[in-house]
Each structure stands twice: as structure tokens, then as C-alpha cells.
């Protein structure tokens, strides 16, 4: 590998540096899967690394001499990409068969991975089949293959058509379990690329799962109709009607325990309601996998005598995202409303006409493929009832855009006026879209106060990307941000315009004084005076617009009154629909936030811009006055390091020099979900806590305790096996231990730190699925110089 890294330190460009890239990836593969002693000892292992190592010592040799191909490994091979988005080396598997004929067309199925966490190289090696090429992507680990996951494969499915001749119309989507669930999700938003799918027990409908594991239950003040438009925006259920030139397999076992069947049975339903061309089969003494393998056979067979049919004579199209609006020959360019579906019917008759009908469109394109429609002559077109004539084009592809005039109905684009900004394709928010395109973490430098609060954040935010994708974001100071980083990259700037060079640049546009004016209509309700409320040292805000360097890229600005305000706040808000997946996620425009905040209901204001990027065309929700009063107040520790002469002191007034919490932010003062809890530490195991206590103290205690919030229901199968074991470690030395479960939620921990400088407080889940886990607390955990209490 050492060796490797020298030689791609060269800095080869083209297919050199392509090669050396892939030669690197086949190394760190063969060294993870002998990464101890023990998996040495095992000759499979052995033989794997030495055929490894002939395999990649000819690869460099070949690709020393200018070869146009390598010699590479038998079945998957293992290929890489870097994302422009962060500049991250991310991998893919590729099959190819014996056979294969770069003269002849051949299929191409798209075979995703289940859930591995956040393991490297998942995917690899990719199945073989002896009439087809097997793509296996990475889809960025574990996140259901959507947001970068999606990105992920698109590109992967683009590098090998590149690379191999593939049949454009017979390229299919199978894949178990989270491969099942991206089958569906990139079916829905994606059909008009394939040609079949096949998910196994994949996840589908966010409904499934509030009925299953009690998720997202309802509560007094609940904000219900958001929540739900958000939930049906990420479930594949709700938008089945995109599935009507796109046939589908679906399996799925009656004793899966961890998707529950309602998923594939909800899908299932719904396309059989419309009449589209589905097949289902359903194990009942089958669970999570475990298939015989005549039927998956059979499902892929069944999928690959599919070919796709590009111009359907009928579309109906439904997205709530303009990146997802492309169907076939039919686009929907802009909504009117946001969070809610835009939604369009297109039909092509007598090679003459066009019938379309829109619900929440604004603006739309279609094209007129010679398939469908004649070409030496005009087009009647009728939207919503109007009618409209196209005059005879020469260009077969080219889009024709149609665009709803508040005055005169719908007329061609080029003849409505334009607006001065408007949501597009990659740049339309909500905030956490920024990271969908080449991106950059700004720090604001220029407030002494707070230059250290925002370097302390962005490690935060680049530490838990690391984890996720193996790599580090761009980050760079606000001082070292040129024209072409402006012009180039979507912008999480850290700091408002007192704290932040760019930010100052970047707020001139954006419409403060209407995000100000709605608080101050709601003051009553928040029982805040705006001349107070804005200015207070717990308050801070997010909000995305539009780069005023270049309006195709989208700018973000977090800004916070006091250290105190942005401690852990990136993490704090995404974690309300409780599925991995989406933890952090920020899914509206702009938010403003104060120590209270944790659900949309404890926010101060919670809004969306409309298509034209302005308040007033939009939707916005304030905070439920009852839930906020209810809420816990989120701490912000009181000393850096351990205050001399105390005798004792609760942890969290000391500010840990380490936080690694897999999902969101630890609760200082409250629960996780942001309930109060006064002296307490909530968190979502698994989490590990560090403070540097420098020997001063001599004992701990705490009470431990699961913990289960309000939105959530202790589902049978929580009940049964949900555990968390909390560790104290000194000095690397594990001093005390205690599980607790729902048949036991509470325990004490008693430790003696004499002599102890670090000190590390550990939960991991120790029963039933990490992933359903909930939340857990450390109750006063208290360091003290007495000596250690005895045990009860």
C-alpha cells in the first residue's frame, strides 16, 4: 500500500490516475479483510491476499506502460470514483461475464446491498451472471440510497455504461433488505432510467413503520399536516403512481421482524389499485431472508424480460423535489407550493395533440419525440382546460417550457416574465440539499468570540461526515474563500455577518427583514418582545438561499448570538422521524432556534420560501407555546476545564473534550428528544463522552436510565430486547459497568477515579436492533473528591 501511495503521489492524470485509483481500492479491500491475526490464520484469507498481490503487481506494471486495460481480480471488481461533491474516493463493483462483447448491447442489473453500517467496500464483490453485467454500488454505506446514496448510483450506473456497452432499455434495480428500499426509491423518482425492479423486503411506506414500531405517534400540538407532508415526501408509497411504465417483482417474507411486511403489502396494493403490472409473492415461513433460490430466480428472471419503453403514450408524474420532476418526455420545472407534491398528467394523442392537467405546478417542459407526435406538424396543447398552440420545430429534443402567468394562464416560458430568483434543480433547498452538490464548510473568523465555537462545530459536522463516508468535506476559513469557490460551490457558511466574511456577502440578499416580522407577529404566542427575542444569547438561525455570486448554487448561513447557541445545534434538529437515515437532516428553508428547540414544534419559526425564494409565497409554522413551556432548556457547560475548590461537580457544567455520538446531538440538561432533565445527559447509544479531569477528583456516581420519548410508542419488540450498557473508563481502564432494560430501565454506577485524568463515559446498545433504539440518560452523573461510595 505504501508503495501504491508513493506512485499515485505522481499525481497521474487520465487513465493513470483512474488506474492507480483502482489499484489502491483493490489493496485496502484485501488489508481490511486481514485486518488481525486471526483472520490470517484462515487460508482463504491467505490465498485471497497473495492472489491479490499478483493481481495488483501486474496491474502496476501494465498501467507503468501505458496500458489501456488491467489485469484485475475474477467476478466483482472493484473500481472507484472521487465525488466531486467532497472530494471523497468512493467504490463500486463491477461483474462482467466470460462472454462479454463490446460489439453487443448487454443488460445491465443493479444489485444494491443491504444495511452494513458504515462499512467500507460494501457491495463488493458484485454477483455474476453469465448474460448480464452486474453493477454492485457502495450508495455511500447505509442510507437507504437516498441523498447521497442516490447520487452515488446514478454515477456508478453512468461509469459503466461508459466503460461497457449496456442496453439502455434493459438496465433493472434488485437488491435485500436496504437494497430492496433503494430498489423502490430510485424506481419512483428514477423510472424513466429502467427497465424492471426487483426489491426484496425492502422498506417502502413510512406508515408501516408507525405501525409497527409505534414511530411518529400522535401527540397534542403534534404539527401533523407537516410532519406528514415531510414522512410522504421520503416513502416510496406515496408517489406509486410514477410506477406506470415500470414493472415490478416484489418479495417479501410474512415473519420479517425487521421490515415489516406491510411494506412490500402497501406497495403491492396501491399499484395493483392502478392497474400496473406487478407480481408478488409472499413467504409466510420466511423472515428477513432465508428465500429459497428458485424465487429469486425467478424475480430476476421475471425482471429481466423487460425492456423498457422510453416513450410511453400517457405520464403521470408526482415529486416533491424538482431534481426528481423528470418523467420520460414530460419535466416539471417548478412547484407552486412547497411541501406539497407537484403533480402532472401528460398524454400524447393523434400525433397531433397534447393533453396535460397539473396540481401544484408552476412551470413544466415536455419534448415531442417523432414516437409520439408528428413532426411537420403544430401541436394543439391543452393544460388544465387552455388551450394552446406550438408552432412546428426542427429539434425532436429539444424542451419546450411552459410557465402559469398569475394574469393570463399558462403561455410559453420565454413570453412570462422571469423572476429574480427561482428554485431550480440544485439549487431549490431545503437546507440539507446543500450538501447534494460540490460543497465547502465555511468558518467565520472575524469574531473573537466565536471564532473558536464555529472551528469547534465544523470539526464536529466534518468528524460524523468522516464516519459516514470516509472522508473529510472541504473546510476552509472564511479569509481563504476566492471568487471561484463562490461561483463554484454550494456554501455551509458557520457565523452570520459579524462572524463571517462570506456570510456578510451572502446576507445582502437574503430576506431578514420578512423572517424578523413574521417573530414579531408571533409574540404574543411566544411570549417574547422582539426587541428582546432576536438578540438573545441562546437564539440562532439557518437559512438557505440562493448564492449571490451564482444563483445555481445555494448558500446556507448558520448563525448564533453566543458560543452557547451553537454548540452541538447542527445536530441537534433532523432526528424527528427517528429512521437513521435522516438523523440531522434539515428539511425546511430557514429556521430560527433558541435553547428550548428540539422538535418543529419547540422551534421559534420553521419556514419554507416559496418558488420565488420569498417569504410571503411560502409556508412557515411558529412554535407550539405549550410544547416550548414543556420543553427542557438545552445546557451549555459552564467551565472548560475543572473549577478549583469544588468539592463536587455535575458533568454537565464541565464541557467534554469529546463527543462521538453516532446520531445527533447529546441532550445537556434534557433527554435527547429534548424533554427536561435537570443535571442529566441524554443521548442515543451508541455515544461516547470525554472529559479531561486531570486527577482532581476521586469517585462517580450516577443513575442510569433507558428512557423512551413522547412521540414514541415501547413496541413489542423494544420491550422484549432493547438494552443499553454504560461503561465509565479511566484512563482506558474500564472501572464500572450496569445494563438496563425495560425490565430493569434504572441502575447506579459507582466508580473510583483516584489518579484518573480522562474520563470516558460509553453506552452501546447491548440488546434487540441498534437501530430502534431510542434515547437513554446519564441522571446527574457527579464527580466528587470524597472517595467512592460502597456498593449497595
Not at 421520503?234 to 406506470?244: C, G, I, K, M, P
Not at 412547497?338 to 396535460?356: D, H, K, M, S, Y
Not at 455570486?549 to 447542527?570: E, F, L
Amino acid at each position: 500500500m505504501r508503495t501504491i501511495q508513493q506512485w499515485k503521489a505522481q499525481k497521474f492524470t487520465g487513465d493513470r490516475a483512474k488506474h492507480a485509483s483502482w489499484i489502491e481500492a483493490k489493496i485496502g479491500y484485501a488489508l481490511m479483510r486481514a485486518k488481525d491475526d486471526k483472520a490470517l490464520n484462515d487460508p482463504n484469507i491467505r490465498n485471497f491476499l497473495e492472489d491479490t498481490y499478483i493481481i495488483v503487481l501486474r496491474a502496476k506494471l501494465q498501467a507503468d506502460q501505458g496500458a489501456d486495460k488491467l489485469h484485475e481480480e475474477w467476478g466483482g471488481r472493484l473500481r472507484t470514483y472521487v465525488s466531486p461533491i467532497d472530494n471523497t474516493t468512493q467504490t463500486y463493483s463491477v461483474s462482467v461475464p466470460q462472454a462479454y462483447d463490446p460489439n453487443v448491447k448487454w443488460p445491465l442489473i443493479v444489485n444494491m446491498h443491504g444495511h452494513g453500517w458504515y462499512a467500507q467496500y460494501q457491495g463488493h464483490p458484485a454477483p455474476t451472471y453469465s448474460g448480464a453485467i452486474c453493477l454492485s454500488p457502495q450508495g455511500r454505506g447505509s442510507n437507504d440510497y437516498k441523498d447521497l446514496g442516490e447520487d452515488d448510483v446514478l454515477e456508478a450506473i453512468r461509469l459503466v455504461k461508459e466503460e461497457f456497452n449496456i442496453d439502455e432499455d434493459r438496465v433493472y434495480l434488485t437488491g435485500g433488505s436496504m437494497g430492496g428500499t433503494g430498489s423502490f426509491h430510485l424506481g419512483v423518482h428514477y423510472a424513466d432510467q429502467f427497465a424492471a425492479i426487483f426489491p426484496i423486503v425492502g422498506n417502502a411506506d413510512n406508515l408501516a413503520w408507525t405501525e409497527r414500531w409505534g414511530w411518529n405517534r400522535l401527540f397534542p400540538g403534534r404539527f401533523d399536516n407537516m410532519r406528514t407532508a415531510i414522512q410522504e415526501s421520503h416513502t416510496a408509497r406515496a408517489f406509486v403512481d410514477n410506477l406506470f411504465n415500470l414493472p415490478s417483482f416484489i418479495l417479501c417474507g410474512s415473519g420479517d421482524v425487521v421490515v415489516p411486511p406491510a411494506h412490500s403489502r402497501n406497495m403491492v396494493e396501491a399499484m395493483r389499485k392502478e392497474g400496473f403490472t406487478v407480481e408478488y409473492r409472499e413467504y409466510p415461513g420466511v423472515g428477513h431472508g432465508g428465500f429459497p433460490w428458485d424465487i429469486q430466480q425467478e424475480g430476476l428472471a421475471w425482471a429481466c424480460g423487460w425492456k423498457r419503453n422510453p416513450y410511453p403514450r400517457s405520464i403521470h408524474w408526482k415529486t416533491s423535489l424538482l431534481k426528481h420532476g423528470k418523467a420520460y418526455w414530460v419535466r416539471i420545472d417548478q412547484l407552486q407550493m412547497p411541501l406539497e407534491f407537484g403533480e402532472i398528467r401528460a398524454r400524447a394523442q393523434n400525433g397531433t395533440q397534447l393533453v396535460v392537467a397539473t396540481a401544484n405546478v408552476n412551470a413544466f417542459s415536455f419534448q415531442k419525440p417523432s414516437q409520439l407526435f408528428e413532426q411537420d406538424q403544430p401541436l394543439l396543447l391543452f393544460i388544465d382546460g387552455q388551450g394552446i398552440n406550438i408552432p412546428i420545430s426542427n429539434n425532436n429534443d429539444q424542451w419546450i417550457q411552459m410557465k402559469r402567468d398569475p394574469n393570463h394562464g399558462w403561455r410559453r416560458a420565454s413570453d412570462v416574465p422571469l423572476e429574480t430568483r427561482f428554485k431550480k434543480v440544485g439549487c431549490e433547498g431545503p437546507i440539507h440539499e446543500v450538501f447534494m452538490q460540490p460543497f465547502a464548510i465555511v468558518i467565520g473568523t472575524q469574531n473573537p468570540s466565536m471564532e473558536q465555537a464555529w472551528m469547534d462545530e465544523a470539526e464536529r459536522i466534518a468528524n460524523d461526515w468522516k464516519r459516514r463516508y470516509h472522508g473529510y468535506p472541504r473546510i476552509l476559513l472564511d479569509s481563504q474563500v476566492n471568487e471561484e469557490h463562490e461561483r463554484t460551490l454550494n456554501l455551509l457558511l458557520l457565523g452570520g455577518a459579524q462572524d463571517n466574511l462570506v456570510s456578510e456577502r451572502q446576507s445582502e440578499v437574503i430576506p431578514w427583514s420578512h423572517i424578523r416580522a413574521l417573530l414579531e407577529s408571533a409574540n404574543f404566542e411566544l411570549n417574547q418582545q422582539q426587541n428582546d427575542l432576536m438578540n438573545k444569547p441562546d437564539v440562532g438561525t439557518m437559512v438557505a438561499y440562493p448564492n449571490v455570486s451564482n444563483p445555481d448554487k445555494m448558500s446556507v448561513i448558520w448563525t448564533a448570538n453566543s458560543p452557547g447557541a451553537a454548540y452541538q445545534a447542527w445536530g441537534r434538529f433532523g432526528n424527528w422521524f427517528n429512521w437513521g437515515v435522516f438523523d440531522s437532516k434539515k428539511y425546511f428553508d430557514y429556521a430560527v432556534y433558541d435553547q428550548y428547540s428540539a422538535t418543529p414544534e419547540t422551534m421559534l419559526l420553521i419556514g419554507w420560501f416559496g418558488h420565488d425564494w420569498e417569504v410571503p409565497t411560502g409556508k412557515y409554522f411558529f412554535g407550539n407555546p405549550t410544547l416550548r413551556e414543556a420543553a427542557g432548556a438545552q445546557g451549555y457547560p459552564e467551565y472548560d476545564e475543572p473549577p478549583a475548590n469544588q468539592d463536587e461537580l455535575l458533568l454537565v457544567n464541565l464541557k467534554p473534550t469529546k463527543i462521538d455520538q453516532m446520531r445527533g446531538a447529546i441532550g445537556l440538561g434534557r433527554t435527547f428528544f429534548g424533554e427536561p432533565m435537570q443535571g442529566g445527559i441524554g443521548l442515543r447509544a451508541p455515544a461516547v463522552i470525554e472529559y479531561n479531569i486531570d486527577k482532581k477528583y476521586n469517585s462517580f456516581t450516577s443513575d442510569v436510565e433507558l428512557q423512551n420519548p413522547n412521540e414514541s410508542h415501547i413496541c413489542h419488540m423494544r420491550e422484549k430486547g432493547e438494552a443499553v450498557n454504560f461503561i465509565v473508563w479511566g484512563d482506558g481502564k474500564k472501572l464500572a459497568e450496569a445494563k438496563v432494560d425495560w425490565k430493569k430501565p434504572t441502575a447506579t454506577i459507582n466508580a473510583n477515579l483516584s489518579g484518573v485524568k480522562v474520563l470516558k463515559l460509553e453506552t452501546q446498545p447491548a440488546g434487540g436492533p441498534a437501530w430502534l433504539h431510542m434515547s437513554s440518560a446519564w441522571l446527574k452523573p457527579t464527580l466528587s473528591t470524597a472517595p467512592q461510595k460502597p456498593a449497595k
